[in-house]
Nanobody, 122 residues
Framework: QVQLVESGGGLVQPGGSLRLSCAASGSIFRAGAMGWYRQAPGKQRELVATITSGGSIDYGDFVKGRFTISRDNAKITVNLQMNSLKPDDTAVYYC????????????????WGKGTLVTVSS
């Protein structure tokens, strides 16, 4: 069984920074793309950033150079450094990873963390 555990959320003032971390654990054979999504109240879940095992990165349009995603393939972790935060960034941030386990015949599936709340407010 695979678990994704996020940490690093909290309350920050506009213009401030936060760093989110996500660690995968379990009987993991291989981790493919990992990333972050967010969901604000009353809105659909949207892409924040993803990164492949080879380092290819994709950001949501709203990021505009403010966020940086990184990963450690050996530790199977993914981080999101968020700078210049705005009130519109307030949301629950979810870690996502495409992981294949050690189970025979498992070619991989998408896993989600439980989410961590980021609140940007003065």
């Amino acid at each position: 069984q695979v678990q994704l555990v996020e940490s690093g959320g909290g309350l920050v003032q506009p213009g401030g920074s936060l760093r989110l971390s996500c660690a995968a654990s379990g009987s993991i054979f291989r981790a493919g793309a990992m990333g972050w999504y967010r969901q604000a109240p009353g809105k659909q879940r949207e892409l924040v950033a993803t990164i492949t095992s080879g380092g290819s990165i994709d950001y949501g349009d709203f990021v505009k150079g403010r966020f940086t995603i990184s990963r450690d393939n050996a530790k199977i972790t993914v981080n999101l450094q968020m700078n210049s935060l705005k009130p519109d960034d307030t949301a629950v941030y979810y870690c996502n990873a495409y992981i294949a386990t050690m189970e025979p015949g498992d070619y991989g599936m998408s896993y989600w963390g439980k989410g961590t709340l980021v609140t940007v407010s003065s």
